[in-house]
């Protein structure tokens, strides 16, 4: 396998009595396109906010991008990217502001930001909406941009957190190809989503029920294995088992 | 009536499950009450006053060595002419200037009679009451020592002026200001934001698309928020009652009357502010800004509309609390009954009849857009 | 007569036209679907046919009856459950449902068979708070306060939209059985895995109704030669596929690429153009369409 660039062994997060990341092990290499998936409550945010250095986990060992989970959260949080569907982008700063914003946050000089802002707004086409205010912008193209937004910095890995909910599947197509793409260069994209055809995008992925990961492989290995014609019927195989309610 | 009962049901719900916004309704009004009642200062000590003494003889200098020497008085400044008078005032040098006439030592021997002239800074009315209270003291016993000594029967006249709020109102005129307060912070800004409420959590789409009559909503609302402020203004009536010594002069019954037409009124407005803002934010930096800053600049509550600009006492005609302050005043503190209140109790009569009409014009049995 | 009629009915916020003569009508007791993106019009739609706006031009009622004219009387005969959460958070599931039903001038008890399949999965929470119930309790929550009074017409505005997979498998079922039960279902989704459920759909963008159809009969427009392809490197087959001069369209799905290809298509050929092109573990095999496929192809011919 390419070079590690998440890696876990036995991260555990405890909160009082109760588990919600339970002894997970993966490594995910550079420029893998990697699916994390669950049910909700199966510990999925818990363990993505440890890889993005929100949270210390309880036990277990963990590097991201090379820096230890527990000591170098700060490095961590500066080689990475974020992008979720609740919050990406300011909605009353403008298209060039906003980018001007996260760039700043991220340590670029001006003319790195100015130069990369030209650079996305030609590859997206968004020439003509640099002064355009986010809210104005039609969700897709929203969703597009806080992606190119979210490796603006050119971060080793992303963490999309249900990106594409809502979307339809013009839009959905457009927003994987920038996915591939970022991929591609060689960004890690670490994806979290509730649905399956979105799924079967990713590389390999990765199932958690009841905080422990029970399946992880290619897409096509899991169908086999699980005996599925599709994701679909793997994940409902998968989620039934869980004992841990919801709620 | 089932309907509008469980409505209102739940609008408590909402109220008492919010226990940090309804411990501040709660206490709030208690806060305000005790807070202005001690802001309200009867000790006098160490105040700084100034001397115009045109005469310059011995006997003002007397006097003006007596009113140094008490304890209540500093003197800031001896005046050149009676034309800085009112700048001193406005810049808060001194609260109170003491006027000697000419030729006072002269005119007090040959005639028997001098004048003084003390004018107080008013504006807070209980304060300078008090200040004139004790330069007159300090005036009327020279006079008597000086008749003793000579065994002439010396007048000194005293001419007492209460600048910025001539009629002097009373220093507890705060809590009809509280009360006014109040009742436009619960029923305007807390219906408006409930009812924008039910925009923001996506409920008044399924409500309007439900067979409830809209009206419901509107008075479901209110009444909660009705009854906390009939509740706060007990609460205001019997702390400054009991704790204020500021009794009910007045008749109680036009007290009542006149509260519930400005509550309407109030309710009336949040209603329509509901109706023009779509976020809880806006419905609260709405009726922050565009009620309560009026109430509390405007409506005589802190600043008498008597010393006023022309143009602000002409706006403040158009605030709603500015006739209920007034109208409780009198009431209550002046001890009118309601025939005596009859301008305000119309002008807030017409203001609520056309305020509740145009809120109700105004709420949409659809959605806005 | 049809459970919900539209004729000709458009509506604009300003110059942005939101419907444009859409006209359909849904019979009785089916499972309607509107697909389309987000912006499509879906819920302008919604809320012209629960009589929460009114169209600028155009007809439409409800269990037939006028959505301008009748509208006290269409509000109670219809259930809605808006795009956005809908419920109060503050109360707790039981006081939800409760209140809900007394707003339509019913109770709990009364139409509770209908709900009770839905509601016995949350009764369990019952005391708990709605704010504090994960998104597959919340959509049942509000699922059930939209039939507590036993409406003929159900309107159900993206309802699945943020939840998780095992959740909507359930919401469908629930649906089913709600359309066994001579309940008429209007859903609009922007999921193609969900049109499938359901009876017919129709697909809207920007305003305008762009095909009406059972799902199987949309499939079966589709007249294309359609073939998967994947290879070690995703997105370089994704711009090598493109520039390929027999592939007509191409697409990401999933876990391969589709494509439709012109008449003089050959495999071995295409094989050997990617493998110069560095392409390794090169799969290719032709494909059944799906409802995806469909709108995929129609979006792009009536590109606007």
Known sequence: MREAVIYTEKLTKRFGDFTAV?????????????????????????????????????????????FDIYRQSEEIKKHIGYMSQKFSLYEDLK????????????????????EKTETILKELGFADERNTMVRKLPLGWKQKLAFSVSIFHEPKIVFLDEPTGGVDPVTRRQFWELIYQAANRGITVFVTTHYMDEAEYCGRISIMVDGRIEALDSPAALRQQFRAANMEDVFQQLARKAVRKVD | MKQFAAFIQKEFFHIFRDVRTMMILLVMPVVQIILFGFAITTEVNNVRIAIFDPSKDAATRQLTERLEASRYFTIVRILDSPDTIDEIFRRGE????????????????????????????????????????????????????????????????????????????????FVPG????????????????????????????????????????????AVPYLVISIFNMGTILLLSVFV???????????????????????????????????????????????????????????????????????????????????????????????????????????????????????????LNN | MPAVQLRNISKSYGNLRALDSISFDVRRGEIFGLIGPDGAGKTTLFRILTTLLLADNGEAAVDGLDV????????????????????????????????????????????????????????????????????????????????????????????????????????????RHLKEQGITILVSTPYMDEATRCDRIALIREGKLLQIDTPRRMTE???????????????????????????????????????TVKADFAEEKLERYLQERGHREIMLRTLVPTIEDYYMQIAQTDTL
């Open chain 2, 94 to 173: 001194a609260q109170l200037v003491v006027v000697f006439g000419d030729r006072f030592q002269e005119k007090l021997q040959h005639t028997g009679e001098a004048s003084v002239q003390l004018l107080a800074d008013a504006t807070d009315p209980n304060q300078s009451t008090t200040l004139t209270g004790y330069a007159s003291s300090i005036i009327g016993s020279y006079q008597q020592e000086l008749t003793e000594r000579q065994g002439i029967p010396y007048r000194i006249l005293l001419e007492t002026r209460m600048l910025y709020n001539p009629q002097i109102k009373s220093a507890y005129s």
């Open chain 3, 221 to 259: 427009q589709f007249t294309e030669s359609l073939w998967g392809v994947r290879s070690n490197r995703m997105y370089p087959l994704l711009t090598d596929l493109r520039a390929y001069p027999e592939v007509k369209t191409c697409f990401t799905f999933g876990e391969f690429h589709h494509i």
């Open chain 2, 178 to 221: 509280v009360m006014g307060l109040i009742v436009m912070l619960i029923c305007a800004m807390m219906t408006s934001i409930a009812i924008v409420r039910e925009k923001e959590t996506g409920t008044m789409e399924v409500l309007l698309a439900s067979p409830m009559p809209p009206i419901y909503l509107i008075l479901a609302k």
């Open chain 2, 244 to 366: 204020l010594h500021v009794p009910i002069a007045g008749s109680f019954f036009g007290l009542a009357v006149i509260s519930i037409l400005f509550i309407l009124v109030a309710l009336a407005l949040g209603l329509m502010i509901s109706s023009a803002v779509e976020t809880q934010v806006a419905a609260m930096l709405v009726s922050g800004a565009g009620l309560m800053t009026p109430v509390m600049m405007l409506s005589g509550m802190i600043f008498p509309i008597e010393s006023m600009p022309p143009l602000l006492q002409w706006f403040s005609a158009l605030i709603p609390a500015r006739w209920y302050i007034a109208a409780v005043r009198k009431i209550m503190i002046q001890g009118l009954d309601l025939r005596a209140v009859w301008l305000e109790l119309s002008v807030l009569t017409a203001m609520a009849a056309a305020l509740v009409t145009i809120s109700l014009k105004m709420f949409k049995i659809r």
């Open chain 3, 68 to 175: 301008v004219k009748d509208y006290r009387a269409i509000r109670n005969r219809i259930g809605y459950m808006p795009g956005k959460f809908s419920l109060y958070p503050d109360l707790t599931v039981e006081e939800n449902l409760k209140f809900f039903a007394t707003v339509f001038h019913t109770t709990v008890e009364a139409n509770y068979d209908l709900v009770r399949e839905i509601y016995q999965q949350i009764e369990p929470f019952r005391k708990r708070r709605a704010g504090k119930l994960s998104g597959g309790m919340k959509q049942k929550l509000a699922l059930s306060c939209a039939l507590i009074h036993k409406p003929s017409i159900l309107f159900l505005d993206e309802p699945t939209t943020g939840v998780d997979p095992v959740s909507r498998k359930e919401f469908w079922g629930i649906l």
């Open chain 1, 95 to 114: 298209v060039w502001e906003n980018m001007r914003l996260f760039g700043g946050i991220y340590g670029m000089s001006s003319r790195q930001i100015g």
């Open chain 1, 22 to 66: 339970d002894h997970i092990s993966f490594e995910v290499g550079a420029g893998e396109i990697f699916g994390f998936l669950g049910a909700n409550g199966a510990g999925k945010t818990t363990a993505m906010r440890i890889l993005c250095g929100l949270s210390r986990p309880t036990s277990g060992k963990g590097t991201v991008a090379g």
